[in-house]
Structure formats: structure tokens, C-alpha cells
């Protein structure tokens, strides 16, 4: 299983601005020092052994996920990061079909799919499922005036609506699907994916409290073995309860305590704040891996989602 990150920032796309890339190139040349980069080759090497938050970056787009096994995909909701995959050479075969997972309907999750280019392209089919009702009146009032020019009667391809039920088992596309209610305002859903003995879980927007690190939490159970979890720590532990508590979002060492809890193999921090900098999610990471070290006992391997991340498992 295949799994690529086209956005991952929480409630607001990200701006990366000239003063940005210009500190980063300032940084970059003075960790030159004393080393030539004279050929092609010495530069490449120079630059792979940037640091992460020097040479790249942690993304600007909101949430979109793809899943991939085969030749069978699925979309995991449809933030700005949407844009970037139907721009992509697998997106523009013609003609395909697209199932979309939507976690749930607010903004930062559907504000990509106006600008999904296959849902223009006549013969294309775009079936979106999720547990929320009259997603198909989320999906039109967006694209209505005064808000946006293009109406979602206006889409060539072919758009369905199915419901889903949480904690009921589906087939979709070749995978295994499975909802789980999440604690957020308007609530939100998390899906355990399988296939071919493979097993992610994508838990984005849920705030975790009492009994959250019990193994009879049920969403320990839910996660239980899974080779990957995708999990969102938009704040820190301060943030998560005390600041912003109630907010429907949970923290990098939550997120850390689960996956352990759960025998999740990888963890992956998603929904990252929007206003967080590189250098900060950078130190974030590390920070996050420094305590799974510890309460994980080397277990628990940790990333942080970015735009064009793949993970292969």
C-alpha cells in the first residue's frame, strides 16, 4: 500500500512568501563553509544534507491523502491538496473513476474540489462517500453565489453521494473500509483502510480525552496493529488542554501514547497548524520522536506529514 500526502496543514492553507524562500536560501549558503560545490554532484549532495526545513518544507495545502494499491486508489477528503492530484498524470486518465472518503464537511476538508479538474472532464465518475448527511447539499451550497461562479451542475463527470454508516464494514474500490466516529465539533470520521494484509487508519480532527490512554479507549481498538496512522496533532499538549480544549483537536503526544497503545507501527502527524513556520514543525518532529523514543521504547517510528510525502508499507 501506497500512500502519498498532497496537503496536510489544518483549518487554512499555508503561504510560503519571497521572504520565506529567501531566508531559506541565506540559510542554505551559510552551511556551505568550506565544502565545494563546483560539480552537479557535490551540489546534489549538499543539498540532501540540508536540513529538512532548509532545503524543503512542510507544505502549504489542507487535507488530501491518496491511497493507493495496484491500480485501485482512494481519496481521503478534499482540502486544497485536491487541486495538486487531479493535476497529476495518474488523475488525468481518461476515462476514470474517483472515490473520495470525506472525513467530514468542513471547510479546510472540500474547499479543494471546485478546482479538481477530472470532475470537469465528461465521462469521468466521482463517487464521494461519507457518514455526514446531505453531504450533496455541502457539496452545491460551496459552489453556489455569491460564494463561487461555477455551479456543481456544472461539472461534466458524473458526482455521486453515498452514505455511510460508522463502525459498518464496506468495500470500496478493493479496500476495506471501516468509519469510526471522532470527537469534533460536528463531528468527524476516521477509516480504518485494509488491503491485501495491510492496514492504515486516517484519524484527522479528533480531540481525545478521558480514558484516552486506556487500551479500553474503543479508539485504541480501532487502531489496533495498524501498519500506519495518519493522526492529527494540530496543537501542542498545552494547546490541545488547556487553550484550545473543546476545539476538536488532539497533540503530537497523544497521538504518540495511542500508537503505542494500539501497536501501531508508524505514526504520522497530520493537520499540521497553519501557522506553523518549518523551523517550528521541524523541532516539533523532533520532539515528537524524542518522547516516542522513550514511551515507545524505539517501537514507534514518527513522521510528519508534508505535501508530496510518499510512504510505501
Avoid at 116 to 126: D, T
Wanted: net charge negative; glycine share 10%.
Amino acid at each position: 500500500m501506497n500512500v502519498r500526502f498532497w496537503g496536510s496543514r489544518g483549518s487554512l492553507p499555508t503561504s510560503c512568501s519571497a521572504a520565506t524562500i529567501r531566508a531559506k536560501l541565506l540559510r542554505a549558503l551559510e552551511l556551505v563553509g568550506e565544502r565545494s560545490l563546483a560539480t552537479a554532484e557535490e551540489r546534489q549532495r549538499f543539498i540532501d544534507e540540508l536540513p529538512f526545513a532548509v532545503a524543503g518544507g512542510f507544505g502549504t495545502n489542507t487535507s488530501c491523502v491518496e491511497v493507493a494499491s495496484g491500480e485501485e486508489r482512494l481519496i481521503l477528503d478534499a482540502g486544497t491538496g485536491l487541486r495538486d492530484l487531479g493535476g497529476s498524470p495518474e488523475a488525468g486518465r481518461h476515462p476514470a473513476t474517483f472515490h473520495l472518503l470525506l472525513s467530514h464537511p468542513h471547510w479546510d476538508h472540500i474547499q479543494g474540489f471546485p478546482f479538481f479538474m477530472p470532475a470537469y472532464r465528461p465521462g469521468n465518475r466521482i463517487i464521494i462517500h461519507g457518514c455526514h448527511p446531505r453531504l450533496s447539499e455541502v457539496f452545491t451550497n460551496q459552489q453556489k453565489m455569491p460564494s463561487f461562479p461555477v455551479p456543481l451542475a456544472a461539472m461534466a463527470a458524473e458526482i455521486e453521494f453515498v452514505q455511510l454508516e460508522p463502525d459498518e464494514e464496506y468495500t470500496i474500490n478493493g479496500f476495506t473500509v471501516t468509519p469510526m466516529r471522532l470527537n469534533h465539533p460536528g463531528d468527524s470520521y476516521a477509516f480504518r483502510i485494509r488491503r491485501q494484509g495491510r492496514t492504515m487508519v486516517y484519524a484527522t480532527d479528533g480531540e481525545h480525552k478521558e480514558n484516552g490512554d486506556s487500551k479500553g479507549y474503543p479508539f485504541v481498538d480501532f487502531c489496533k496493529g495498524a501498519d500506519l496512522l495518519i493522526f492529527d496533532a494540530q496543537y501542542s499538549l498545552r494547546d490541545a488542554l488547556v487553550d484550545k480544549e473543546n476545539w476538536g483537536h488532539s497533540s503530537n503526544l497523544v497521538g504518540v501514547e495511542l500508537a503505542v497503545i494500539s501497536e501501531v507501527r508508524r505514526l504520522c502527524l497530520f493537520h499540521s497548524e497553519h501557522t506553523g513556520d518549518d523551523e517550528g514543525l521541524a523541532r516539533f518532529l523532533a520532539d515528537t520522536r524524542k518522547y516516542a523514543e522513550i514511551y515507545g521504547q524505539g517501537l514507534l517510528e514518527v513522521e510528519l506529514a508534508y505535501d508530496g510525502l510518499l510512504m510505501e508499507f
